[in-house]
């Protein structure tokens, strides 16, 4: 017996091919030809029985055995099919009962900040925060004199440096904020337009 995994909340029987006996179980997650374009649909073995209930002239073979995942275990297979029979909820529901949810896992942030000045421009934007006193950008500015690139876990956390006295810098054009989300890769920026050379 076959449990259809999408909008279908009944079995059907299949056939199993000779090649397919020893590996197919209860349990085990299978392709079978569907309705009658034969449409190929993934489905559970919920039950393995020598007599049809059906036409046995009439019963499709199973296609293969579905490898693009985890298989399903055989005891909660069958538990959820004792949860649809005992309490007549729908085999969906069951399955989602007992089965364990893939947790998503959230991507990494990875944050630099990249300076969009060369270093006489750099320099020129050092002494000028030197002379009003603005104590974040003067760090900041030295560091990236040092290093173009910084981490902004460093900037904010060894540096102390805050949103609110980066935030005008981006604005104004001198650095720009780069975002990488890890495992997915995409880079995000946060600034505009390079500086052209002066």
Known sequence: MIFLTKKVDRTFDYRIPQHLRQEITVGT????PFGKGNTMRKGYVVG????????????????????????????????????KEQYGSTMNQALKTVLPVKQKVKPKEKKIIRSLLN???????????EKKSYKARVRLFSALL?????????????????????????????????????????????????????
């Open 29 to 32: 997650r299978v392709l079978i």
């Open 48 to 83: 393995i029985t020598a007599k049809a209930s059906y036409d046995p002239d009439k019963i499709k073979e199973i296609g293969g055995i579905v490898t693009d995942g985890v298989s399903a275990e055989s005891r909660l297979i069958t538990l959820a099919w004792w949860l």
């Open 119 to 129: 270093r006489e421009q750099l320099s020129r934007a050092l002494k000028e925060a």
């Open 146 to 198: 040092d290093n173009p690139v910084i981490p902004y876990e460093i900037a904010v956390n060894q540096m102390n440096l805050s949103a609110s006295a980066i935030k005008p810098l981006i604005e104004k054009g001198d650095i720009c904020l780069e975002s990488e989300e890890i495992y997915r890769n995409p880079i995000q920026i946060e600034c505009q337009e390079e500086k052209d050379s002066a």
